[in-house]
């Protein structure tokens, strides 16, 4: 699940040393603008004002004075054989999809942390955007380089547009296939022009999308096979460069000291290590253990029983490792058993409902994780945008059109986890599970245990008399115990569960190629869905090859709920628009829900490494946000960068003993 990989905080703070325009304001005239009704702007939101204005000078998330220099030193738990994340071949670092949309490449504009959808210039200093979404013209940047210290030219923009559509992930077809046409207007201007869509309009959302484009250089990669470039570093634009490479062992990066972009006020506070080293390891465990013995300088801890038992060390009895418990209130990681859909057992839905129902998830958070968690009924829980109750309003206009196919109760109540006394005795729910086995035609019969000789229940199809039996497949050990109860509980009704666990290459390996009954899998949803949700679920990416629909689901009801994500107009429309599709795909079953936590645990070494202050809005990000002490800068043979002040007093130091000496 390469993807979802894919990040737990965003790049931010782009800025331009020139300044901002108010992007309300219309008929702005500024230089390098098109003079028309419209108003080239440094920044974009999808729907109100973005929260910084003219006197933007660094995101408030960040430490603006942060120094730099330095080394830190990460861990990683999986593998990676590719340092391409943008091809669906191969595996790349799973630290670097989860934290940064990119250490190495700079975008066009890059989001906020802190603001459910707004952009910032970056490699485009200015932007014009037509009011009903037709067209975006980007103005670049003239100091934009790439590492090689060619400029960044409207040549590079339209051909990454066009490579990544026709050689990368699936998601860019999607995305960028939206485009009608890409016009150079002069060396540092490009324009793009959008499809309307099926409704003949203009998708409001697509601008924005676009803006997050990854530049590549034309001059490098034109005339080349994009999906070949395996373990050699892509040319980039960004803070950092990848200075070595170890497939599955570790990665490190070099902070790119004349980078084009590091000036700008809106990357003031962030990218202050001069290195960044990644370690992979081999399982959770000998992550944890390398941590405590002080092989890296941070651990994110998602065990809440071994961040309570586990961190009986000295380190951390004497102060030099410190633990850190935040709640959090962004949109969480959402943890669910998904089904594969392109299997034929599991398109009845009485079937998919009937395991679900044998997941006791009382007793596992009592009996195993001291109740730290909570169940997930909602893929974007701990938000506004989380569906809830009967539906109504707007929400209820949404659905009203497929209300024959959508479950009574669903409409009426919302979705509702089944749910045990935490005893360990889910009887009740096992019973409606048995009922609806049986209407699906899967009937109980009796055989004898050939080990054992006891007589045993199996549950077969009563027509073929096949086994009900199915495989789970993990990587991550620790996800034993909550299959234990899970298992348990489906052989009382005659289903044979077998869990399958494999090491991190063989299970990419067969994710990706869409091999599996069950798995593990974590939705990660931002404040703004749009596009991503029809992408998600729609019947095209069901059968593509590295695309995000790991499910394979085929199901135009949600395909077009997802599509009135993306077409509303409104944060009203928006916001009924999720609730009715999480509403929906919540009540048809395709996964087993499991839970959440809006707890961040992190531990770190004391005398290493520094962060800003934690915001409950926005959370943290290691690699982007936080600095090296300046004594452990010094023990790692670098310093932090001297400021503007001690700079000027050596020079009139050395004025003065110039003048001295005369």
Not at 469 to 483: A, V
């Amino acid at each position: 699940m390469k993807l979802w990989i894919r990040n737990i905080a965003v790049l931010m703070t782009l800025g331009i040393a020139a300044v901002l325009a108010n992007p309300d304001q219309k008929g702005s005239d500024q230089k390098g603008c098109t003079p028309h009704f419209n108003t080239c702007t440094t920044s974009l939101a999808r729907f109100g004002k973005p929260k910084n204005g003219a006197n933007f000078t660094a995101f408030s998330y960040v430490n603006p004075n942060a120094p730099k220099g330095g080394k830190l030193k990460m861990g990683a738990f999986g593998t990676f054989d590719t340092l391409n994340q943008y091809i669906a071949k191969g595996i790349p670092p799973v630290v670097l999809a989860m934290q940064s949309g990119s250490l190495t490449m700079d975008s066009l504009m890059t989001r906020a942390v802190d603001e459910p959808f707004s952009l910032y210039a970056s490699i485009a200093e200015k932007v014009d955007l037509a009011p009903d979404n037709s067209y975006i013209i980007y103005f670049l940047n003239p100091k934009a380089r790439f590492h090689d210290g060619t400029p960044i030219t409207a040549e590079d923009v339209k051909f990454s547009y066009e490579m990544l559509k026709e050689q990368g992930l699936p998601r860019y077809r999607q995305f960028y296939g939206k485009i009608e046409k890409i016009e150079i207007l002069d060396p540092r201007t490009v324009k793009l022009t959008f499809k309307k869509t099926d409704e003949g309009e203009y998708d409001p959302e697509i601008p924005l999308i676009t803006s997050m484009l990854h530049v590549f250089s034309k001059a490098k990669y034109e005339g080349k096979d994009f999906r070949e470039t395996g373990m050699t570093p892509i040319l980039g634009s960004g803070p950092y460069r990848v200075v070595k490479a170890e497939p599955g062992r570790s990665i490190t990066y070099e902070r790119v000291k004349d980078y084009w972009a590091k000036d700008l006020p809106v990357n003031r506070g962030k990218y202050n290590f001069d290195i960044i080293q990644l370690d992979y390891y081999k399982n959770a465990e000998a992550q944890f253990q390398a941590f405590k013995a002080g092989e890296f300088d941070a651990f994110f801890e998602i065990n809440s029983q071994q961040w309570r038992d586990g961190y009986n060390t000295p380190a951390v009895n004497s102060g030099k490792i410190k633990k850190v418990e935040a709640k959090h209130k962004r949109p969480v990681t959402v943890r669910t058993s998904i089904f594969n859909m392109r299997r034929p057992l599991f398109q009845d839905i009485r079937l998919r409902q009937a395991i679900g129902l044998a997941f006791d998830w009382e007793t596992v958070n009592k009996m195993i994780c001291n109740d730290d968690y909570q169940r997930t009924t909602s893929l974007f829980a701990n938000t506004h945008l989380a569906h809830s109750g009967p539906a109504q309003g707007l929400e209820l206009t949404y659905l009203l059109p497929y209300k024959d196919s959508i479950p009574k109760d669903i409409l009426e109540k919302g979705f509702i986890a089944p749910t045990t006394k935490g005893d360990g005795d889910a009887r009740e729910n096992l019973e409606a599970a048995d009922k609806l086995l049986t209407e699906a035609g899967w009937i109980i019969v009796t055989a004898k245990d050939p080990v054992t000789q006891q007589n045993i229940i199996r549950r077969v199809n009563k027509d073929t008399k096949e086994p009900l039996t199915f495989e789970y497949m993990y990587k991550d050990p620790r996800l034993e115990r909550f299959l234990n109860t899970f298992i348990r509980n489906l052989s009382q009704l005659g289903i044979t569960l077998k869990p399958r666990f494999v090491d991190s290459v063989q299970y990419e390996a067969r994710v990706g190629e869409s091999d599996f009954d069950m798995i593990s899998h974590m939705w990660s949803n931002s404040l703004s869905p749009g596009n991503e949700q029809v992408y998600y679920f729609s019947q095209k990416t069901a059968d593509q090859k590295g695309s995000s629909n790991y499910i394979g689901m085929k199901d135009p009801v949600l395909e077009a709920l997802a599509q009135n994500v993306v077409n509303a107009k409104t944060a009203e429309e928006h916001v009924a628009a999720v609730h009715a599709l999480d509403r929906v795909v919540m009540g048809r079953h395709y996964f087993v829900p499991m839970f959440y936590d809006n707890t961040i645990y992190w531990a770190y070494w004391a005398d290493r490494v520094e962060f800003p202050a934690f915001n409950p809005l926005v959370g943290t990000n290691t690699l982007e946000w936080w600095w090296a002490k300046p004594s452990a800068a010094v023990d790692q043979g670098t310093t932090s960068q001297p400021s503007v002040f001690t700079r000027l007093l050596e020079w009139m130091k050395s004025k003065l003993s110039w003048i001295m000496g005369q």
